[in-house]
């Protein structure tokens, strides 16, 4: 059965970094593109940032741009999500999601993480 499990949320200063991390398991990873997503609360859930399966392409939302910076280890099948100067906007769960690199942008994906809360205070 296939797993993706996050980690590393948590409450941060506005400003502040947090890393993400999501490992997946069950099968191997290694030519599939994985993504992070986020839901605030009372919002719909939207695209973050995506990583092809050389690491080599990524991509991120216009939001995210030049703050966050999304990797992958592709020998211990996780991907990460570095985050910079967090903003209260931010606050949300986290995602973490394996699919195609052109669908994940289009929130078309295989496999969902259960979400890791991450917030950011003023």
């Known amino acids: 059965q296939v797993q993706l499990v996050e980690s590393g949320g948590g409450l941060v200063q506005a400003g502040g970094s947090l890393r993400l991390s999501c490992t997946a398991s069950?099968?191997?990873?290694?030519?599939?593109?994985m993504g992070w997503f986020r839901q605030a609360p009372g919002k719909e859930r939207e695209f973050v940032a995506a990583?092809?399966?050389?690491?080599?392409?990524?991509d991120y939302a216009d939001f995210v741009k030049g703050r966050f910076t999304i990797s992958r280890d592709k020998g211990k099948n996780t991907v990460l999500l570095q985050m910079n100067s967090r903003k209260p906007e931010d606050t949300a769960v986290y995602y973490c999601?394996?699919?195609?690199?052109?669908?994940?942008?289009?929130?078309?994906?295989?496999?969902w993480g259960q979400g890791t809360q991450v917030t950011v205070s003023s």
């Open positions: 990583i092809n399966w050389s690491g080599g392409t990524t």
């Open positions: 069950g099968r191997t990873f290694s030519f599939a593109a």
């Open positions: 999601a394996e699919g195609s690199f052109a669908s994940l942008v289009r929130k078309v994906v295989n496999y």
